[in-house]
């Protein structure tokens, strides 16, 4: 699994864990729905920092809350 994969998963992770649409992930952090769709889909490859850091603000986590996950862990 590369970055970009493990990145959407933890999204949708955290959507699921928090019981939060992506509408709702939007508002929350200011990323717009179809940045957020193209990172779950895989259409942005790279997500910028600036990107993950809203979202995470969005979740209420810190983002290294966002980054201290099992899925980027490199076996």
């Known amino acids: 699994m590369n970055i ?3 990145i959407s998963k933890r999204i949708i992770l955290l959507c699921y864990e928090k019981n939060i649409t992506i509408y709702e992930l939007s ?3 200011g990323v717009p ?3 957020i769709k193209d990172i779950i889909s895989g259409r942005t490859k790279n997500p910028s920092i600036l990107s993950i850091e809203k979202l ?3 979740f209420s986590i810190s983002i ?3 980054w201290n996950h099992e899925i980027f ?3």
Request: no cysteine; charged share 30%; glycine share 12%.
């Open 27 to 29: 508002k929350r952090s």
């Open 64 to 66: 290294g809350e966002f």
């Open 4 to 6: 970009s994969q493990a």
């Open 73 to 75: 862990t490199y076996r």
């Open 33 to 35: 729905k179809t940045t």
């Open 56 to 58: 995470a603000i969005g």
